[in-house]
């Protein structure tokens, strides 16, 4: 699967050079956690004192047998075919997101506030989504530049007027945040439009659960099990007024998508049918699927197809993904999508650096998660500071997702700089740049022992009538060593997190 | 009981589903029952059989110069390009089981996941004599492993009579094809030509595992006959043409009344009538008339039937007037002619 978003660290870089084969003498006879060095990093488990109890564990398990066992474990989740799907030479290659046994635990204050702090997040969101798509006041007011939002490919002008049950546009959201070396939560990116992993925060435990009971027994975890039902009473919530027991479907792009299986894992955990678009039909403005018995209502789409592919008589004619005439329903108010549309102008790249003023603007409070400091380039401003500090920035175009087109300027040779600086001097507004971030590590299983790799967090949010935070969220770390990125297309894994209900 | 109501698609793929399995298995039994056979005498006659069985000769020529035992196997075992493999009906099942995950257990999902990911590990060293037969049975045996799981914990509702439908009418199929492939033996001089050759009916019911249910039945002598009988009309072997065709009348007729479906008529009178077939011939005017042109004729029904589900369930417009190539019709063609 690959995921979205493109995190930036700068890289762990080993600081003796016997260090690997050290490790490899360690393995044979050592524990867990044995000469476990996170070097100049924020460490997630030595930082942590609620961590005492699982590194008193690990400290007395052979590293050995916890090979052994994370193998095995890993081997399961390629049986259950719990895979994302490459296609090489038109052979499917079946690869797991790499598992790492060791937990990434978050402190149940800790929590407390990324959970505040991503609610308050997205209550802004939707009623900066509401107001831009009904009365536009916070443009009027000046407080986001109105060319801004009105230039952007994902505004959808559309979506004037149209009313969206609980003004709730980002029913799922997958907000990235990342910590700093000061120890820090910082929201990186609002992924508010189709956003993918959470199937892995839930099979993630179950494989704890499975492969090492004895680390998750009598910790206190909060659990992930409710994720499913949770979604479909929010998809409840917001079916067509007057439909008291919808039809709720998941629409997926297909069996070729690189995201099917959670597809499918969604699908099943809500108890629904998962549908392609070829399975939809739209007649007189209503949305039916094709079934044994013929056609049967649909009233609420949970779609995890893009906009730009949900209705070719709408948006891109070429997608074969979509079913024409769905916007004609949607418009009429005969079905409900989830997400609504045009909710990517929200988690655009510029229009996050905005988001902090956006809060204070609807709710008049302080972001109770800060942003990484973001430099417009649309802005004289900061694209001189940018231009004048390009070495030390990271620089990413503003439309573009899965970390393309991204110049860490630390990392970059004279060359690239200089190629990213005619960019940016040709079209300012298409860039946005961020100092690097020494990004936190936790313990991870490598070939060489257990070393600090960089992590990540991306906790789930499900809003209906009111929103809900799955407790933790999918720990993205990158393997490699060095490696700035925590995708799954570039080596990265996943962890179990871990929310403890006490302190 | 409300049930949310199934996608077309579904259906059709829980049908497919079915059948791959079945036919793996039937494959396997296929090629185990030749693999005994081909030590002795005509052994290159025998594997040329198979072929024509499946009517793969063409294709199989295009690649190959002669149709060796250890060529025709790694035909039929392991060549993905070859549709008629066991390798491409076990990732065509694992296909259809990858859209059908939200419907089959996770137990289902799993096994067919191990069994196909072994399937592609297998080698040359695997394909020798000494080693074939233990493929050939753990192939066979992986397939009713997925039945029985299917068995004890695939949710009963509308889809699971698609898997029953499927799987009935792939059997009965598989037996048909079966049966042809010893048919040339009761051509000519009958049974008593035939009786040279006894071994191999014996092998054949063994490969079918029908030789002590045969037994039960005909304690004295095995005729050729007697075995074209047993696996064609007897109502009690779970692979005989007539006890599939019987449980796909029942499997479809239960899903329409259980879950009021319209479509379908045509389906169960069809088989209604191919069930009156099977019960009223005797095996003496099959083999009048030709063993093969029957087993011909039924598979060609069976395609029949296949299409007409299609059009029926699964959001297929009927297949064009075009006949499939045994000429079977419908409604139902006379039988090939019987000699008085």
Known sequence: ?503 | MSSSPLLARYAECIFWLARFIERAENLARILDVNETFSRGRGAAQSWLSILQLNADEERFYQKHQSATAERVLRFYLTDADNPTSILSAVTNARENARTLRPLVSTEMWVQLNVFYNRMRAIGPADMVPGSLSRLLTGIKEACQTFTGIAEGTFYRDQASYFYQLGRYIERADQTTRLLDTKYPLLTGGGDAAAAVEIGQWHALLRSASGYHAFRRVHSSELTPTRVAGFLLFNPAFPRSVYLCVREAADALAELKSRYRLRGGNDISEGLDQLRTILESRSIDEILAGGLHEFLDFLQGYLIVITDRLSAAFFGHKPASQSQPASGAVWPLAPLPQIPS
Not at chain 1, 114 to 142: F, M, S, V, W
Not at chain 1, 284 to 289: A, F, G, I, L
């Open chain 1, 1 to 503: 699967m690959a995921l979205r978003a493109c995190t930036l660290a700068r890289p762990v870089h080993r600081r003796r050079d016997n260090c690997v084969r050290e490790a490899q003498d360690r393995q044979m006879t050592g524990f867990v956690l044995d000469g476990y060095d996170p070097q100049e990093f924020y460490c997630e488990m030595l930082r942590c004192a609620a961590t005492a109890g699982l590194r008193e564990r690990l400290a007395r398990m052979p590293i050995a047998d916890f090979q052994r066992r994370t193998a095995a474990a890993e081997q399961a989740l390629y049986d259950y075919g719990i895979t994302f799907t490459l296609y090489a030479e038109n052979s499917p290659i079946d690869r797991i997101l790499p598992f790492d046994a060791i937990p990434r635990v978050i402190a149940a204050a800790e929590w407390q506030q990324i959970e505040t702090g991503i609610i308050q997040r997205i209550t802004a969101l939707n009623l900066l989504l509401d107001d831009l798509y009904h009365g536009q006041k916070i443009l009027k007011d000046g407080i986001v530049p109105a060319d801004l939002i009105l230039g952007n490919p994902n505004y959808r002008p559309r979506m004037h007027g149209v009313a969206v049950a609980h003004k709730a546009y980002v029913n799922i959201c997958g907000t990235d945040i990342i910590r700093g070396g000061d120890g820090l939560f910082r929201v990186l990116e609002d992924n508010a439009r189709t956003p993918s992993g959470v199937s892995y925060v839930i099979e993630n435990r179950h494989m704890m659960l499975r492969a090492f009971p004895d680390l998750v027994d009598g910790a206190g975890l909060r659990p992930v099990e409710d994720y499913g039902s949770r979604l479909v009473a929010a998809m409840r919530e917001i079916a067509p007024a007057g439909c008291h027991d919808p039809q709720i479907v998941l629409l997926s792009p297909g069996i070729y998508n690189a995201a099917y299986f959670e597809h499918v894992f969604l699908a099943r955990e809500m108890g629904v049918p998962l549908v392609e678009g070829s399975d939809l039909v739209v007649e007189q403005d209503r949305v039916y699927m094709r079934t044994i018995g013929g056609l049967h209502p649909v009233d609420v789409i949970y779609r995890r197809i893009n906009d730009d592919f949900l209705d070719p008589e709408a948006f891109r004619p070429d997608s074969l993904l979509g079913v024409p005439g769905l916007m004609r329903a949607y418009y009429s108010g005969n079905v409900a999508l989830a997400n609504a549309i045009g909710t990517g102008v929200a988690d655009d790249k510029a229009v996050y650096a905005y988001v902090p003023k956006i809060i204070r603007y609807y709710l008049d409070e302080d972001a109770i998660l800060p942003n990484v400091e973001t430099y417009i380039c649309r802005e004289a401003e900061s694209l001189r500071y940018t231009l004048d500090h390009l070495a030390e920035l990271v620089v990413k175009p503003v439309g573009e997702a899965g970390g393309y087109g991204i110049t860490i300027g630390p990392q970059a040779s004279q060359a690239e700089l200089e190629a990213c600086r005619a960019k940016l001097v040709a079209d300012p507004a298409n860039y946005i740049s961020q100092p690097c971030i020494d990004l936190s590590v936790a313990p991870t299983l490598c070939d060489g022992g257990v070393m600090p790799r960089h992590v990540d967090l991306r906790p789930f949010a499900i809003t209906g009538a009111s929103t809900w935070v799955l407790p933790g969220g999918l720990t993205r770390v990158a393997l490699r060593p060095g490696s700035l990125i925590v995708n799954s297309s570039q080596g990265g894994g996943s962890k179990d997190t871990w929310v403890l209900e006490h302190e």
